[in-house]
């Protein structure tokens, strides 16, 4: 069953959430102040969880008093939680059977295949952030959600591990609405992953294309098929994901409606491919970010990404000036996004969580091709922090080049 944000109220925050945070060098906000301190923000999360199992270890061997257990009772609470039978007070508890602190050699054991690890992602089973989630993480288990912020909450909440944002594509372009999801939550951007999308026409099984009158899927999906949909002179319907509009051509049962998705989909809906690769470009690529609670340690060992966003203050050449700390340590910018917010100002949340309201003409994102663990790129933030009136680091995390 997916997650929708109904399903997140009221879930109880437990553990690591409170986890204290870093100061940060420079006042760099998003944790890659001093790569130390990531270190040390690790450990106190361990050590916080140490602290927690404590607790219930100290309630679990607090002895009962008023009452002499029969030997009964005895033999079934010793098979319950460890009591030995000629110790009805339970003073010599089998101590083995409590929980036991996490080390860091449990962390370092811990699978790094993906498996166990639970990525939320909007849409129904079979949509494509899905197909994004399993290439990042093989052998992870999917959660889907309704909709992109209630994958985001059930990060924060703990309820999974990762969530999976699209945040362009070829075609199309940026998709505003998820960069704004990026600022407004605390996630940190770990990984990316892109993908071809062939978008395929799916319809009811015996349905002929020709009988198609309405074909509903998510907008992009609408938007990357323009020409082969007017082609088809078919009404277009919007829906909040690809599987979800396959998943209702079933549910509606109508002969004249079909949906586009991909064939994974008509597989898992039972659903006839009607027309394959009907995206107006070929080359129809998708870039998907998978986002976590905390950062992960940027490294040297492959091709890194970093993700920021700032504003500026107004002034001739500014801009000019930011982008100059990039191109003056040979740093190659790989994407710059600017989203206008004067209609609509946004609450920025600083890391101490408490919130300052701060309102932007226009924020800056960008990703430029270096690792935070590079003394350039670490030096170009600093430059840049010096006259940025805001500045976040979203993440830095691996390059995907395997497509
Ligand atoms: O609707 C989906 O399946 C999604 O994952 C969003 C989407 C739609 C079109 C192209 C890429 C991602």
């Known amino acids: 069953m997916g997650l929708s944000m109904m399903a997140l109220k009221g879930v109880f925050i437990s553990g ?24 040390y923000d690790l450990d106190k999360c361990c050590k916080w969880e140490c602290c927690s199992f404590g607790v219930l270890a100290q309630k679990a061997i607090t002895p009962v008093e008023d009452e002499k257990p029969t030997v009964r009772e005895v033999e079934a609470s010793a098979a319950n939680d460890g009591v030995h039978e000629n110790d009805p007070k339970g003073f010599h508890k089998d101590l083995n059977l409590l929980p036991k602190p996490l080390t860091a050699v449990d962390l370092s054991s811990a699978p790094s295949d993906g498996s166990k690890v639970r990525v939320a992602y909007q849409g129904a089973p079979g949509a494509y952030c899905e197909d994004a989630a399993l290439k990042a993480y093989p052998k992870c288990e999917p959660v889907p959600c309704e909709e992109f912020e209630a994958a985001f909450k059930a990060v924060e909440l703990w309820l999974v591990d990762k969530a999976v944002l699209s945040i362009e594509n070829s075609v199309g372009g940026s998709i505003h609405r998820n960069y704004d999801l990026l600022l407004r939550h605390r996630l940190h951007i770990v990984g990316e992953v892109q993908m071809r999308i062939d978008h395929c026409l799916l319809g009811l099984p015996g349905a002929r294309k020709e009988e198609i009158k309405r074909v509903m899927s998510h907008p992009q999906a609408l938007a990357q098929c323009e020409t082969t949909l007017t082609d088809l002179g078919v009404v277009k319907v919007g829906a909040l994901d690809t599987a979800g509009a396959a998943q209702l051509v079933v549910t509606e049962g109508a002969r004249d409606t079909g949906a586009i998705a991909s064939a994974r989909a008509a597989d898992i809906y039972g659903l006839n491919v009607l027309a ?7 080359e129809n690529i998708t870039r998907f970010l998978i986002l976590a609670r905390d950062p992960i340690i940027p490294g040297l060992d492959r091709p890194y990404k970093t993700s920021i966003v700032f504003s500026l203050e107004q002034g001739p050449g500014v801009l000019f000036k930011a982008l100059a700390v990039f191109a003056l340590r040979g740093i190659n910018l790989s994407k710059i996004e600017s989203r206008p917010q004067q209609q609509r100002p946004l609450r920025v949340v600083d890391d101490s969580n408490e919130g300052t309201a701060k309102y932007f003409d226009y924020l800056f994102y960008i990703d430029f091709e270096a690792s935070m663990a590079e003394p350039r790129a670490q030096s170009a933030l600093g430059n840049l922090q010096e006259f940025a009136r805001f500045l976040r680091v979203l993440g830095c995390y691996p390059m995907d080049t395997a497509l």
């Open 276 to 282: 394959e690769r009907i995206q107006d470009d070929e």
């Open 16 to 39: 690591c959430a409170k986890a204290p945070q870093l100061g940060f060098a420079n006042g760099l906000s998003g944790n890659y102040g001093l790569i130390k301190n990531l270190r």
